[in-house]
């Protein structure tokens, strides 16, 4: 059964710095992978998606990359802002299973950047 | 083109109540899936759709929880006999086909008081 674990739980960082959250998984057979962002009270907002043939992706500020081997993915957040607060969230779906590809979460990172 | 559409965005059921969380998928996706997100915990896959099949519903409790997925309308997930710890964010992802890529609705907050 997979396992997604995200650490740390929690960050606060100033504004202006890059940081680094974590995401490891127990299976490394996964098709692809997703982090998300998440308000509170709100929905989910995908941020990157990496197929598991590909070794990271970029949009904008944000980067991840993903080492199936190791079972590990980073996201890469340049030049923090305070409107980069929220939960964010890996998941990975599983190659071959019965459920279609449905995404394993890990408990999210909770993030504040204060000004 | 809209996104994933959820209704009720908040519901508030009594103990022993009838819940009923509909989702409509982006336009051209057929599979829905259906995930949970309990306080304090991660959010757990439920169920996968395609119109008119269930096709994994590992995920689901085994008693009062039910879901659907008609040739017409949304999808809909039903809980019969609402208990305490059915309190909880209901999510409702679309997809194209069964390995692209999920987008979420906003979520249904379910409240049994």
């Known amino acids: 059964k997979q396992e997604v674990t995200q650490i740390p739980a929690a960050l606060s960082v100033p504004e202006g710095e890059n940081l680094v959250l974590n995401c490891s998984f127990t299976d490394s057979a996964i098709y692809n992978l997703q982090w998300f962002r998440q308000d509170p009270g709100k929905g989910l907002t995908s941020l990157l998606l990496?197929?598991?043939?590909?070794r990271e992706q970029t949009s904008g500020r944000l980067n991840a990359s993903l080492d199936k081997s190791s079972g590990r993915s980073t996201l890469y957040i340049a030049a923090s802002q305070p409107g980069d607060s929220a939960t964010y969230l890996c998941a990975v779906s599983d190659r071959g299973s019965n459920s279609g590809y449905a995404l394993n979460f890990g408990k999210g990172t909770s993030l504040l950047v204060t000004p | 083109n809209a996104g994933v559409m959820q209704n009720p965005r908040h519901l508030v059921r009594r103990r022993g109540q009838e819940a009923r969380l509909r989702c409509s998928p982006m336009k051209g996706h057929s599979h829905v899936y259906w995930y949970r997100q309990l306080p304090e915990e991660g959010l757990k896959f439920m169920v996968y759709l395609q119109k008119e099949n269930i096709i994994d519903e590992s995920g689901m409790p085994k008693e009062r929880f039910s879901a659907e997925f008609p040739k017409e309308g949304p999808s809909i997930l039903r809980i019969q006999q609402v208990v305490r710890g059915d309190s909880a964010a209901y999510f409702c992802a679309s997809a194209q086909g069964r390995s692209y890529e999920q987008y979420f609705g906003p979520g249904t907050r379910l409240t049994v008081t």
């Open positions: 990496i197929q598991s043939s590909q």
